[in-house]
Structure formats: structure tokens, C-alpha cells
Nanobody, 128 residues
Framework: QVQFVESGGRLVQAGGSLRLSCAGS????????VGWFRQAPGKEREFVAA????????DYLDSLKGRFTISREIAQNTVYLEMNSLKPEDTARYFC?????????????????????WGQGTQVTVSS
């Protein structure tokens, strides 16, 4: 069982920054590829960013490149999502998800169905 908890979401003004954390417990999380997704009310869950188990490979939703940064702190067993220049359209519940190692290299990391484990999410609200 892969376990992790998201945190860091809150209300922020447009133009502000947030760092979301996905803290894993146990060695199994460190062996997973990890993705961040978001879901706004009435919309489908959307891929945001992903990182391979080693941290060597990363990718982002094209429209978020340059504003969002995913990183992985192996020693702390935590994956971060740094979000800058936030816009009201970034308002959503953000979910961390874990997939088997190799998912990133297979190219399937943008798909919700590729991830076996999901957190409860953390709410990000950006006011205009």
C-alpha cells in the first residue's frame, strides 16, 4: 500500500505563489512515479505535472510550463509542486497520485488511469 498526504493549499491572491507538498510514508512511495492533477468544480480531472521515481524526468501541462515546477526530495520522501504567478483559473482541488516506476518513461503519465493511488487532495483558491 502506497500512502501519502497532500498539503499546502489555501486561499491566495492572483499573482501569488504556493508550494504544495505530497509527503509519502514508507519506501514504496519513493519507488513510484508521481503526478499532480487538479479538478475544478464541474470539470474533469486534469494533468498538471509528473516526475519519475528518480526525479530525473519531469513534464508539465503545456499551459503551465514556466509557472509550475515539480520536484522531489528523496531524503524527505516528498514531492513538491511550486506554483507561481497564480491565476484565478488555477483554482481547483489538487491531487497527488502515485504510479508504478516506469509509467513516466512509458509516456502514460498524463492519464488518470495510469495512477493506482490517490490522495485526498488540497484546495487551492486564487482570488482576483
Amino acid at each position: 500500500q502506497v500512502q501519502f498526504v497532500e498539503s499546502g493549499g489555501r486561499l491566495v491572491q492572483a499573482g501569488g505563489s504556493l508550494r504544495l507538498s505530497c509527503a509519502g510514508s514508507g519506501r514504496t512511495f519513493s519507488a513510484c512515479d508521481v503526478g499532480w492533477f487538479r479538478q475544478a468544480p464541474g470539470k474533469e480531472r486534469e494533468f498538471v505535472a509528473a516526475i519519475s521515481w528518480s526525479g530525473a524526468n519531469k513534464d508539465y501541462l503545456d499551459s503551465l510550463k514556466g509557472r509550475f515546477t515539480i520536484s522531489r526530495e528523496i531524503a524527505q520522501n516528498t514531492v513538491y509542486l511550486e506554483m507561481n504567478s497564480l491565476k484565478p483559473e488555477d483554482t481547483a482541488r489538487y491531487f497527488c497520485a502515485a504510479a508504478p516506476a516506469g509509467t513516466f518513461l512509458s509516456g502514460a503519465y498524463r492519464q488518470v488511469r495510469s495512477y493506482d493511488y490517490w490522495g485526498q487532495g488540497t484546495q487551492v483558491t486564487v482570488s482576483s
